[in-house]
């Protein structure tokens, strides 16, 4: 696998993480990958051959080949059918709300082809261009002129909602709602609704993402065996916490992690 990375305009770089890239050369027996939450949402197109989504264990639909992939808080499993190619824009929680009137949280837990979001023209006009340009570096401007010019400057991010994020992200999803309203609880209402809206699900959802995510980087980084140190450095409140969160946003345990053949893809994002 081939896994590239690329920083975002300075004036993008409050919204979106990064630019990515992926090639994979065709197998003779391709096999599923399961993909894990990361509390992001994803605008993709793929460039070389379909990739299946399986919807249960024998049924799956093909990917839109220039989509957003909403939030999602479980994993899911994918599958090429042949060459894996794809440009991808992956966006901070609170990012790509700035760039739709679209509710997030109509996106949640699937994938979304473009022209639903920017209308049939527009959005076949930009998947043509990404297609036609020669490499990456061809395509980071085509894309960013087009986020730039989608950027509304007068429709921000709910205050509320990005002093959440942010101090989710700087605690690892640990700070508790309370202790970021500072106990002003009659916020709490507007900041669920709004939370729904502009990140796709709920904080507390977000949070327990995010705190996996950490988790699960000590997981790959480390490989230790030590599963109390890692429940303990990612603030779960025991070891059985941590396991069970796990279970629920990857579909095993994480003594399995490490080496699981369907994670493949997986590690290699968060690693």
């Not at 609880?185 to 699900?201: A, P, Y």
């Not at 988790?215 to 599963?227: F, P, V």
């Not at 095993?252 to 490490?258: G, H, M, T, V």
Request: charged share 25%.
């Amino acid at each position: 696998m081939d896994y590239q990375t690329y920083e975002p305009h300075i004036d993008l770089k409050s919204l979106v993480s990064c630019y990515w890239t992926l090639k994979v050369p065709k197998q003779t027996e391709p096999s599923r990958q399961r993909i894990v939450p990361d509390g992001c949402i994803e605008m993709a197109f793929i460039l070389g051959d379909d990739i299946k989504r399986y919807t249960s264990e024998n049924d799956f639909i093909l990917q839109p080949r220039a989509m957003v992939l909403g939030q999602t808080i479980e994993p899911f499993y994918i599958e090429p059918t042949g060459f894996v190619k794809t440009f991808a824009i992956r966006f901070y929680p609170y990012g790509f709300a700035n760039f739709v009137s679209e509710s997030i949280s109509n996106l949640a837990n699937k994938e979304t082809p473009i022209n639903q979001l920017f209308g049939a023209e527009t959005a076949d006009d930009l998947e043509q261009e990404i297609i036609k340009a020669k490499n990456t570096e061809q395509r980071i401007p085509i894309i960013e002129k087009f986020l730039l010019d989608k950027l509304n400057d007068e429709k921000t991010i709910n205050t509320i909602v990005k002093n959440t994020v942010d101090s989710l992200l700087s605690t690892n999803g640990s700070a508790s709602i309370n202790s970021i309203l500072k106990d002003d609880l009659s916020k709490r209402r507007q900041l669920e609704r709004n939370f729904k809206k502009q990140i796709g699900v709920s904080p507390k959802q977000l949070g327990k993402v995010i705190r996996l995510q950490t988790a699960l980087k000590m997981l790959l980084d480390q490989k230790s065996e030590n599963l109390t140190n890692i429940a303990y450095e990612s603030e779960y409140f025991d070891q059985a916490h941590f396991i069970k969160d796990f279970r629920e946003f990857t579909g095993i345990n994480p003594k399995e992690f490490i080496n699981h053949e369907n994670l493949a893809l997986s590690a290699l994002f968060y690693k």
